[in-house]
T-cell receptor
Framework: QQPVQSPQAVILREGEDAVINCSSSKALYSVHWYRQKHGEAPVFLMILLKGGEQKGHEKISASFNEKKQQSSLYLTASQLSYSGTYFCGTLALSGNTPLVFGKGTRLSVIA | DVKVTQSSRYLVKRTGEKVFLECVQDMDHENMFWYRQDPGLGLRLIYFSYDVKMKEKGDIPEGYSVSREKKERFSLILESASTNQTSMYLC????????????FGPGTRLTVT
């Protein structure tokens, strides 16, 4: 039931780009992205609703392909502050169920 | 600012003890959640509550119970702690109507010896 995230971990140099993917086997209403820095609580980044919206947050953007039940998070020109674990959370189209989180993708940005 | 607080950052308990983890939010949120976070497993939902006195099982409720007597407070109870319940526990809250965003507390790292 958990959405599948890939890759599990990625190491980038400052200025490089990265893509984190999230896919679900269920029909989705929305996909939510959170970032958790080391030793801190997860923090909401953005939500993508059914309809194929693309959202942006600083140099971080995301897309949602509702036909494939997939979302991708794009980090461009990465900064040291982007390091952390990124979680996608999915809300199913049917039923009154809460958000289900993936296992996370650990992103490390090095100088 | 929304604030979600948890009673302890670190807790050490012995096997068989009854453990209470408290979570308080100050934004009048209807929905509250308890997760456990383990390396490589992500955030797994233990229990959630859509409103006062309400509770629903999440994905891994075995060995846990919850209590929500007041809107701002959601308690997680380990009836008889076991070593496999050693974990980071995160509480979160969310408005039922105003926003999709979940606000997380700082977490409680529980060690059961």
């Amino acid at each position: 039931q958990q959405p599948v995230q890939s890759p599990q971990a990625v190491i980038l140099r400052e200025g490089e780009d990265a893509v984190i993917n999230c896919s679900s086997s269920k029909a989705l209403y929305s996909v939510h992205w959170y970032r958790q820095k080391h030793g801190e609580a997860p923090v909401f980044l953005m939500i993508l609703l059914k309809g194929g919206e693309q959202k942006g947050h600083e140099k971080i953007s995301a897309s949602f392909n509702e036909k494939k039940q997939q979302s991708s998070l794009y980090l461009t020109a990465s900064q040291l502050s982007y390091s952390g674990t990124y979680f996608c959370g999915t809300l199913a189209l049917s039923g009154n169920t809460p958000l289900v989180f993936g296992k996370g993708t650990r992103l490390s940005v090095i100088a | 600012d929304v604030k979600v607080t948890q009673s302890s950052r670190y807790l050490v308990k012995r096997t068989g003890e009854k453990v209470f983890l408290e979570c308080v939010q100050d934004m009048d949120h209807e929905n509250m959640f308890w997760y456990r976070q383990d390396p490589g497993l992500g955030l797994r939902l233990i229990y959630f509550s859509y409103d006062v006195k309400m509770k629903e099982k999440g994905d891994i409720p075995e060995g846990y119970s919850v209590s929500r007597e007041k809107k701002e407070r959601f308690s997680l109870i380990l009836e008889s702690a076991s070593t496999n319940q050693t974990s980071m526990y995160l509480c979160a809250s969310k408005s039922a109507t105003r926003s999709y965003e979940q606000y997380f507390g700082p977490g409680t790292r529980l060690t059961v010896t």
